[in-house]
C-alpha cells in the first residue's frame, strides 16, 4: 500500500511562489494517478490538479489555478510536484496530495491513499 508524505507548505505573500511536495512510499508510484486537493477552514475539500500514469502526459487543473500551478512528477524519485506561481489570499489552505488506481481524475472519491497535509497561507 501506498503512503504519501506531503511538504513544502508555508507562509507566502500574494503573488509569490511555493512549490509543494508529495513523496509516496514503495515502488508502484507510477502506476498510479496522482492529485492534489485543497481545503480551507469552513470550506469543503476541493480539486485542485491531477497528473495520469506513465510519465503525466493527462492533467486536470480547477479552474482557479489554471496558468497559475503546475502539476508534474518524478516517478524515479516517487515525486509528484505542485508548482504555484502568483498565489493569492484565497489559496490559503492546507494542501492534500492522494494517489488511485484510477488513471488521472478531478474526483476526490477516486483516490485510494492521502497525505497528512501541507499548510499553505498567503498574506495580502
Known amino acids: 500500500q501506498v503512503q504519501l508524505v506531503e511538504s513544502g507548505g508555508g507562509l507566502v505573500q500574494a503573488g509569490g511562489s511555493l512549490r509543494l511536495s508529495c513523496v509516496a512510499s514503495?515502488?508502484?508510484?507510477?502506476?498510479?494517478?496522482m492529485g492534489w486537493f485543497r481545503q480551507a477552514p469552513g470550506k469543503e475539500r476541493e480539486f485542485v490538479a491531477a497528473?495520469?500514469?506513465?510519465?503525466?502526459?493527462?492533467?486536470y487543473y480547477a479552474d482557479s489555478v489554471k496558468g497559475r500551478f503546475t502539476i508534474s512528477r518524478d516517478n524515479a524519485k516517487n515525486t509528484v510536484y505542485l508548482q504555484m506561481n502568483n498565489l493569492k489570499p484565497e489559496d490559503t489552505a492546507a494542501y492534500y496530495c492522494?494517489?488511485?488506481?484510477?488513471?488521472?481524475?478531478?474526483?476526490?472519491?477516486?483516490?485510494?491513499?492521502w497525505g497528512q497535509g501541507t499548510q499553505v497561507t498567503v498574506s495580502s
Open positions: 492522494a494517489a488511485g488506481r484510477t488513471p488521472v481524475s478531478r474526483v476526490a472519491s477516486a483516490y485510494d491513499y
Open positions: 497528473i495520469s500514469w506513465y510519465g503525466g502526459d493527462i492533467t
Open positions: 514503495g515502488r508502484t508510484f507510477s502506476s498510479y494517478g
